[in-house]
């Protein structure tokens, strides 16, 4: 008897297949490459998680140090009003690799990622399936975070760990790299002020921001202590040439060294910055927690804000604590600059391999950090340091260098763009190639991009619209007491003065939020929504 998510997957194969031989009247659909197999261009999607916008040098970051992604974007184009189309890992990820809205892909929640038998959810082929239609030998490492169902179409070498779990499915990728360590770098005792980080099973030395700060192993054992990935903060004692960043970039290097000579599609999804938050040495000492200045907005008290109690913010109040929050920020940096030197080393792989000219290369993040921001700590809100994050995208030939892009585009743009830069033919999506706007050719694509999460409108909000620097932020029901909100990044970048919710004066503001609730219901109507109607009655001053 066949399971559903076979049949699902033959479903997905036989539309492909359909598409590509006869495209769809007005939409010009397919998967039938228009260029010759000698002339395929090359894909590398590099994907880190948890990555906000400004954790970049290039993008203004004055103390964190990222080279290699500045040689990346200085090469092709820097895009600085990139957002995700939700700051929640499995929604967003879904909507990266197929193109469309959460809404439509049905990804709405982290728990749907995986094996999950439920229907509607991802019924749409992702870029690596029509791909693979295309001829493209594709591969795939690290963490996928989405529908399993999709991922038959990879040809890594090695899908499953030694204990027989895939590596596209939950942790799958981390079994892998445990089977790696057991050789390169066994279990020891700990030592004092040392934990086991739950991850790598390996021991930390905590920072004074780590829930269990002081605390021994046979304490927490006996209190039976629970030790979630975000409460864990300090120096990871492993060797940098064997952590989880290192093994996926080797992973990637091996794979471009192995398909150098045929159409590839590689990705190289890196776990971190996401929690826990424990660099090695030498990343751990780069970024002095001493030297960390707070967010400017840590002591922000969300009396007019809908996100007062988000994430556990009023149970964690060492999030909003200035000094505490400084062994965070040198962490996050840490992270990031040791995922800066590992992509330098996948790029100068491409170039010893002459690979350089022919390959796309996207390097982009799921969502952002808070990293205290508000006194919250991950992500799932629409404030920038969640939804904004950084894109850049490079293919010599064809994107001019310093190309700087300043429209506010979406991750669910990516598809299209792929298919367009690949030489694929269209097919249909939510999004809309970013080519013409790397080129300077549309004039319309860029005017404003929506953030999504559809869920439950009771307990926070469920859009956000970016336009001309302002942002509204609203629940998609009419009924809702969750407080709207609109911020004037241009002259309040840290979203510190809600214009509407419970501000006296909000009246004065109706025209402002008039004009983005339009553009939302634009493009709620574009996406076949079923919130239109919620959004376009809902009381907003």
């Not at 990728?173 to 057991?182: A, G, M, P, R």
């Not at 913010?313 to 000094?323: K, M, T, V, W």
């Amino acid at each position: 008897m066949r399971s559903n998510s076979q049949n699902r997957r033959e479903f997905l194969k036989a539309a492909a297949m359909s598409v590509a031989l006869t495209g769809l009247p007005g939409c010009s659909e397919g998967t039938l490459s228009l260029a010759s197999k000698a002339d395929k261009p090359n894909l590398l999607f590099i994907m880190t998680d948890q990555q906000r916008y400004d954790a970049l040098s290039i993008a203004g970051n004055t103390v964190l140090e990222t080279p290699n992604l500045d040689r990346l974007a200085k090469q092709g184009a820097y895009f600085k009003n990139a957002y995700t189309p939700c700051a929640v890992c499995a929604p967003a990820r879904s909507s990266v690799l197929t193109g469309h809205t959460v809404e439509n892909t049905g990804m709405k929640t982290n728990d749907r990622a995986y094996y999950v038998e439920e229907e509607g959810l991802m019924t749409m082929p992702t870029f690596d399936e029509i791909l693979t239609d295309g001829g493209y030998h594709c591969e795939y490492y690290g963490k996928w975070h989405s529908q399993s169902s999709h991922t038959d179409i990879y040809r890594n070498p090695a899908k499953a760990a030694k204990n027989g779990k895939s590596i596209f499915g939950h942790g799958g990728q981390k079994f892998v790299w445990l089977d790696y360590l057991k050789d390169k770098e066994p279990v020891r005792a700990l030592k004092a002020g040392e934990l086991y980080d739950k991850m790598s099973g390996r021991p930390y030395r905590t920072d004074p921001l780590d829930k269990h700060h002081g605390m021994t192993d046979a304490e927490l054992q006996a209190k039976g202590a629970r030790f979630p990935q975000c409460d864990m903060h300090g120096e990871l004692q492993m060797p940098k040439e064997h952590t989880l960043t290192a093994f996926q970039a080797k992973q990637t290097i091996e794979a471009i060294e192995r398909l150098k000579d045929r159409p590839f599609s590689i990705t190289c999804s890196f776990h971190f910055p996401h929690a826990p938050m424990l660099p090695p040495e030498p990343y751990y000492s780069m970024y002095p927690a001493k030297d960390m200045v707070p967010p400017v907005s840590i002591s922000d008290d969300m009396l007019n804000s809908p996100y007062r109690t988000a994430n556990g913010r009023l149970a964690n109040p060492e999030y909003a604590d200035p000094q505490k929050i400084k062994y965070m920020i040198s962490n996050y940096y840490g992270l990031v600059k040791e995922i800066d030197d590992w992509v330098g080393a996948i790029l100068d792989t491409l170039d010893k391999n002459k690979l350089t000219e022919k390959t796309l290369v996207i390097f982009t993040s799921d969502h952002g950090e808070m990293l205290g921001a508000h006194g919250l700590r991950e992500k799932n809100v629409f404030y920038e340091e969640s939804a904004h994050i950084p894109l850049l995208i490079r293919l010599p030939g064809k994107i001019n260098s310093n190309t700087t892009v300043n429209g506010c585009v979406s991750l669910v743009d990516l598809f299209p763009t792929i298919l367009d830069y690949m030489e694929m033919r269209p097919h249909k999506s939510d999004g809309k190639s970013l080519r013409g706007l790397i080129e300077g050719t549309d004039k319309e694509h860029g005017r404003y991009v929506v953030t999504e999460w559809d869920y439950r409108g009771d307990v926070s909000p469920n859009y956000m619209i970016v336009k001309d620097g302002w942002k509204l932020i609203v629940p998609y029901s009419t009924t809702s007491k969750v407080l709207n909100a609109m911020y004037d990044l241009n002259t309040d970048p840290h979203e510190m003065n809600n214009l509407l919710g419970k501000n006296p004066n909000r009246h004065r503001f109706a025209e402002k939020a008039e004009e983005l609730r339009t553009c939302l219901l634009e493009w709620l109507q574009k996406n076949g929504s079923k919130n239109y109607k919620g959004i376009k009655e809902r009381q907003l001053t």
